[in-house]
């Protein structure tokens, strides 16, 4: 383990897509704040310093802490419109989403093929024939490469697409966006129900706790709204 002589503050994405924070407090307090641990680079610092974290992907910065874009969309308000490129190479809007009538449980999420989303895309492809008694459609959403997302999709054998929102766009109009400074931005685990009318019906925001029920969540609650 090396000593630090300065403040800094480190983003984990962890196996699991999860993103967190940690601030490291200086070794000594009479030792001057740095720019970069001396002689070392930050991803060398990050493999030495936080062994604990070997199947994670961490990234060691000294610049602002991670912006969350806006909030969540309010219940009942119409949902953003996009264009978006999905894992079968079509381009897809929100009015293609809707123009059949269906519900849409649009879910965003940090990153392809990291154990979470993994096991997130399963959960939603076990219950899909319950989803499609519903007259509804799952659709994914993360900043990842069409290319990756195909992949993805192929692997797990999914029967539904993912979208491609590359620059993060997307995941801003919904609130669900974090940006790292100097690495882009991700999108945050969270999942929104959409009814027919293109309105906002729910919104979960603590997905990351209980990814293994979250689907289960989500058909209780597309229930419930149908049946208002």
């Known amino acids: 383990m090396i000593s630090v002589s300065c403040f800094l503050l480190l983003y984990v994405l962890s196996s699991t897509g999860r993103i967190s924070a940690y601030l490291l407090l200086p070794s000594s307090p009479s030792s001057p704040p740095s720019r970069e641990p001396i002689g070392i680079g930050r991803r060398s610092f990050v493999k030495q310093a936080f062994s604990p974290f070997a199947t994670s992907t961490a990234f060691a910065l000294l610049t602002p802490p991670?912006?969350?874009h806006a909030?969540?969309?309010?219940?009942g308000a119409p949902a953003p419109d996009f264009v978006l490129t999905n894992s079968r190479g079509e381009s897809v809007t929100l009015d293609d989403l809707t123009s059949s009538k269906k519900w849409t449980v649009l879910y965003f999420y940090p990153g392809a093929f990291t154990s979470g989303c993994t096991l997130e895309a399963r959960k939603f492809q076990q219950d899909l024939s319950q989803y499609r008694e519903l007259n509804?459609?799952?659709v994914g959403v993360s900043?990842?490469?069409v290319e990756k997302n195909a992949e993805f999709c192929k692997k797990e054998g999914l029967d539904f697409f993912m979208l491609t929102d590359e620059r993060g766009e997307v995941s801003k109009k919904f609130g669900t966006a974090l940006s790292i400074p100097g690495f882009g931005t991700f999108s945050n685990r969270q999942t929104y129900?959409?009814?027919p009318s293109k309105n906002v019906r729910w919104v979960f925001v603590d997905v990351e706790s209980h990814i293994p029920r979250h689907s289960t969540e989500v058909l209780e609650k597309l229930t419930e709204l149908q049946n208002v």
């Open 66 to 68: 991670l912006e969350a």
């Open 193 to 195: 129900i959409i009814d």
């Open 143 to 145: 900043v990842d490469a």
């Open 71 to 75: 909030s969540p969309l309010a219940l």
């Open 136 to 138: 509804a459609q799952i």
